[in-house]
């Protein structure tokens, strides 16, 4: 087998020669501005400012920075940006004037420490801009979201109403001292109603560990504030009590929190995972809101916002479209506030409005944003490492990689340029999806924009689905399985009385209008009907012999069945087949570079699938999932081995269509390495299909997706 040539080389760096940086320098430096100085001079004086030149990418570090303690960082000196103009008048045609303040530092440029408020068009810009301000800013940023279109009750089951009442929840009673709220959020989001501070908590429960309480009492009061008593807590608003636990859902939390109790006294409050019932995070403290009073709609958002927020309107333009757009789609318009209302409502607050060209009558200041985009660096690897050199010069360079594997990539790739050996390269673990450059100074790059490679941002939804259940969904006439006796229908549950106690019973109809009855203790006598036929089967006959003559030639067909597949499977066995390598570096390089973080039984199922190559003997493995599960993911892990290994790796699909995503996916999800990958469709010319084969013959081409034209008798691997 011929060995794989490494592309590329890694040259270690002197760890004297480093210069360790931060994506917090970057924002030092954007406090030191003099378009920073002038928009707090602004806000200061309870002016309104409108910043141009503010594309998609420089809105984050704008946030970051405007949202910075004032107690938060030294002085820093540093001498003003001549590249930033400030036009006095709102209105006015730029005249040029350069500023000539000098930015002190971070606190000299920071405003007042109240809430930040930042608005955009669309909720996945405001999530992620609450990621990239997160990163930048060393803080959690949290999202308003739109509000669910249930009723109000059902409302309490949605992902979107636990996050809206914890932003509420945030801004009601955040600490001045010690942090300053980041809330993005989008206008239809704030177009609908909240309740007020007064009702949100007017009737709230706080519990502290150590402290006492009454347990009938709490009880009442949670029956009382719209709780619901379960058996086993599964959505917001519901409660389970079992001796001395006392688990609850709020409905601002996303985890429910379980109480335990040593008589009155609270040991402990613990968030627990539904399914599993294990404990993920201990709390000291925890505050009970009302569950009806918590989706009361009787207030706005702004009521929380206190008199000194700032309020950052991104595209004004834009943000008033997608909210008409929202008014236009959505099913009972009548419940939201106009867009222009809504809006009419912030005029109070300190305003910054942000845009890539500000409108002919902008409101106050204008000021000119100096960060600059970088996306004219990179995109081809062999050049990456010069055109760092090229279009960084002298100026330090922090990079951004989503993880530890694609940080030890970057780091092979960048490793002969002159700013890793001078170093003047810092590579971060970072979600930082956009990079930014800094005039004369710093530059900020990603790993996404250096490779070309988008990186998706998962978003956990919570929906009202419980786990299920064997009769939770039962509904009468639906046929079921007895064990002993066959098939039956199930007509509902009764209550019968034996030895003077009553205990609810299954009811099974059978042949001839028969009717048993099972006690739930004896449910896994009961399974539900998979027919293998559209046709309604016969009944089963009670004390007849066709169930269990049917049931004696189930068991010898499974046993026929089983000693075919024995048959087959040693027949398998027997024949030789390929053991590939261990992972290589290259492996756990691309393997460490998936986007997403992997599920349990993803991760099960790339373990097996590797233990099976690794074996000398063909695999024989189906990958079963729904769609988006993750099962690409696993079929290139196996590819990539096959050819880090030496082989050819066919993949054939069903459709031309999905022959052409899958293509596209393979060749972004591999950008970084030297194989060379080609399709065999509908899609691909006559020419471009000859030269596929011919490279498939010669060993050139690694990775072909197809359809039926892979299994052609021309193909020669």
Known sequence: MTQRRAVLSVRKQSDSKKKTLALADFIDQVADLPALSAICESLQEHQQV????????????????????????????????????????????????????????NGGNAIAAGPLLVVTSQLAEAETLAGEVAELLGQECLVFPPGTEETELESLAQQETAQRLRVLSELYGYDRSRYRPVIATTLPAMMLAVPKPQTLEGDKQVLKVGGRIRLKETKSWLEKSGYHATSAVQLPGEYAHRGGILDVYPPDESLPVRIELFDDEIESLRTFDIASQ?????????????????????????????????????????????????????????????????????????????????????????????????????????????????????????????????????????????????????????????????????????????????????????????PIDTFSDLRQGDLVVHLSHGIGVYRGTELLEKNGQRFEHLVLEFDGGTKIFVPSSKIELVQRYVGGTKSRPKLAKIGGAAWARQRKAAERAVQDMAVELLELQARRNSQPGIAFADDSVWQNQFDASFSYVETPDQLSAIDAVKGDMLRSRPMDRLICGDVGFGKTEVAMRA??????????????????????????????????????????????????????????????????????????KDMKF
């Open 639 to 712: 590819a990539f081995k096959a050819i880090d290994s030496g082989y050819q790796v066919a993949v054939l699909v069903p459709t031309t269509v999905l022959a052409e995503q899958h293509f596209k996916t393979f060749r972004e999800r591999m950008v970084e390495f030297p194989f060379d990958i080609e399709k065999l469709s509908r899609f691909a010319t006559n020419k471009e299909q000859k030269e596929t084969l011919k490279g498939i013959a010669s060993g050139r081409v690694d990775i072909v997706v197809g359809t039926h034209r892979i299994a052609s």
């Open 50 to 105: 409108t910043v141009e030149g503010v594309w998609p990418g420089a809105l984050s570090p704008l946030v970051a920075t405007l949202a910075r303690s004032p107690n938060s960082s030294e002085p820093n000196g540093g001498e003003p940006d001549t590249n930033a103009t400030v036009s006095k008048q709102a209105g006015d045609k730029d005249t040029g004037t350069k500023a000539t303040s000098k930015a002190t530092s």
């Open 278 to 466: 294990r404990s993920i995070e201990r709390r000291q403290e925890l505050q009970l809101l009302a569950a009806d009073g918590s989706v009361t709609q009787d207030g706005t958002l702004v009521d929380y916002l206190p008199e000194n927020s700032v309020v950052v309107t991104h595209e004004l333009r834009a943000i008033l479209a997608a909210a008409e757009a929202f008014l236009a789609r959505v099913p009972f318009p009548e419940r939201f506030d106009a867009p222009a209302a809504c809006l009419k409502t912030l005029g109070d607050f300190n305003r910054v409005f942000t845009a890539q060209l500000a409108d002919e009558g902008y409101a106050g200041q204008l000021v000119q944003f100096p960060l600059r985009s970088v996306e004219r660096i990179g995109g081809d690897l062999e050049r990456l490492a010069a055109d760092i050199d090229a279009e960084c010069g002298k100026r330090p360079v922090v990079l951004s990689a989503i993880n530890e594997g694609e940080k030890d990539r970057l780091t092979e790739l960048l490793a002969t340029s002159q700013a890793a050996k001078s170093g003047r390269v810092s590579i971060v673990v970072s979600q930082l999806q956009t990079g930014f450059e800094m005039p004369k100074q710093m530059f900020v790059l990603t790993a996404g924009q250096l490779l070309r490679r988008t990186h998706v941002r998962r978003i956990t939804r919570r929906t009202k689905s419980k």
